[in-house]
Nanobody, 123 residues
């Protein structure tokens, strides 16, 4: 499965962005998926994940209440709606898929990855 992330950009603090991640085939619909982020010199960090049916989700404490993950199996696409953005949210955001029913938080448990999209939040 190949993933293509899009939607990143430059936004002021307090603003919003919606990231999308499109999958190349329908295997995606049977997998849980997640968003991670990585800033220069830092480890890859779990942001949010959602189960294969798009019903059960989990979030990093740092984004709870501000970010919402969703999954549209009919379109083979996942989304990350980001609101109340902060400068510390600046990073490359990557989407990934795992062959599990519930989304792992460890990046090593994910099977395939997208190329990432840059999000920059100015103060």
């Amino acid at each position: 499965v190949q993933l293509q992330a899009s939607g990143g950009g430059l936004v002021q603090a307090g603003g919003s962005l919606r990231l999308s991640c499109a999958a190349s085939d329908r295997t995606f619909s049977r997998n849980s998926v997640g968003w991670f982020r990585q800033a220069p010199g830092q480890e890859r960090e779990f942001v949010a994940g959602i189960g294969w049916m798009g019903l059960r989700s989990s979030y990093a404490d740092s984004v709870k209440g501000r970010f919402t993950i969703s999954k549209d199996n009919a379109k083979n696409t996942m989304y990350l709606q980001m609101s109340s953005l902060k400068p510390e949210d600046t990073a490359t955001y990557l989407c990934a898929g795992a062959t599990t029913s519930l989304p792992p938080t460890d990046p090593h448990d994910y099977t395939y990855w997208g190329q990432g999209t840059q999000v920059t939040v100015s103060s």
